[in-house]
């Protein structure tokens, strides 16, 4: 079945860059979203991309997505203190409306200052 | 707009007790749903409903029922609790698939409601 995968834990130094990675494995993923989650809150849009996409780039997130070995990144320049949180790649065939999203486990993303 | 809203935010049962877990949202989206988180589990889909009258089941859907009687409202309903529905639980709402793609895709989250089932 649909499967996506992220490393559990990263850290990093403030003002370094910060890279998430997931895997999925559903070739016909149309849309991959990346979500944020803050301690006790509930989940907040980041960014997403079309499969049609190579890149897309919005302030300090950059995503990228290599369609061929179904690995997206997300990179957070400069990362902040206030961007620890934990991260969850989605992908849904059709959207995430009437396509489900299938989402990966997430990564805790640890900023030290 | 309030956007997704969900009560309780926090809740205790003891095993076998039933409740209504309660999801509203006010922007006329077509698509809601439910999800469960469990650390170190990811989000979990329960069921979903891309409108009214209409309901079907996700990942996860045993011990839980769902009805969509209006466009704003999508109750999640546990008949008999067991510890092992111990979890956070988030509703979400997005409009229906019309564009190709878009902000109109993007699902929007409730700030979750945290179960104890002891």
Not at chain 1, 78 to 97: L, N, V
Request: glycine letters at 10%; one cysteine or more; charged letters at 15%.
């Amino acid at each position: 079945g649909e499967d996506v995968e992220q490393s559990l834990f990263l850290s990093v130094r403030e003002g370094d860059s910060s890279v998430i990675n997931c895997t999925y494995t559903d070739s016909s993923s149309t849309y991959l979203y990346w979500y944020k989650q803050e301690p006790g809150a509930g989940l907040q849009l980041l960014t997403y991309i079309f499969s049609n996409m190579d890149m897309k780039q919005d302030q300090r997130l950059t995503v990228l997505l290599n369609k061929k070995d179904k690995h997206l990144s997300l990179r957070i320049a400069d990362t902040q203190t206030g961007d620890s949180a934990i991260y969850f790649c989605a992908e849904s065939q059709q959207g995430g409306s009437q396509g489900n999203l299938i989402f990966g486990k997430g990564t805790k993303l640890s900023v030290k200052p | 707009n309030a956007g997704v809203t969900q009560t309780p935010k926090f809740q205790v049962l003891k095993t076998g007790q039933s409740m209504t877990l309660q999801c509203a949202q006010d922007m006329n989206h077509e698509y809601m749903s439910w999800y469960r988180q469990d650390p170190g589990m990811g989000l979990r889909l329960i069921h979903y409903s891309v409108g009214a009258g209409i309901t079907d089941q996700g990942e996860v859907p045993n011990g839980y029922n769902v009805s969509r009687s209006t466009t704003e409202d999508f109750p999640l309903r546990l008949l008999s609790a067991a510890p092992s529905q111990t979890s956070v639980y988030f509703c979400a709402s997005s409009y229906s698939m019309v564009l190709s793609g878009g902000s109109t895709d993007t699902q929007y989250f409730g700030p979750g409601t945290r179960l104890t089932v002891l």
